[in-house]
């Protein structure tokens, strides 16, 4: 993962440190913290996402790319899914 010096994987669900946005990844579930602040674009280039293949959820919203996370905001980042109809 690029970036790997200036995170940190979570043992548990617990509350992150001051200075750092939670990130919690899902698909393989996994939790790290990042320094923030950080805008989403920078964030995904930090984890090597494509913008357009993950949602990211700040309190049950979407979030923009040019958004800034601030210290110490948890977010989470789903992968994309999309189905057809038959």
């Not at 690029?2 to 579930?29: E, M, Q, T, W, Y």
């Not at 293949?53 to 979407?62: H, K, N, P, Q, T």
């Not at 958004?67 to 948890?74: F, G, M, Q, R, V």
Request: aromatic share 0%.
């Amino acid at each position: 993962m690029a970036g790997a010096a200036s995170s940190r994987v979570l043992d548990g669900a617990g509350p992150c440190d001051h200075g750092k946005v939670n990130v919690l990844l899902r698909n393989p579930r996994r939790e790290i913290e990042i320094d923030g602040p950080i805008t989403v674009v920078n964030l995904l280039s930090r984890l090597d996402l494509n913008r357009e293949s993950v949602l990211v959820i700040r309190d049950g919203e979407l979030v923009a790319g040019d958004a800034t996370l601030a210290d110490s905001e948890s977010i989470e980042i789903r992968p994309v899914i999309s189905g057809g109809h038959r």
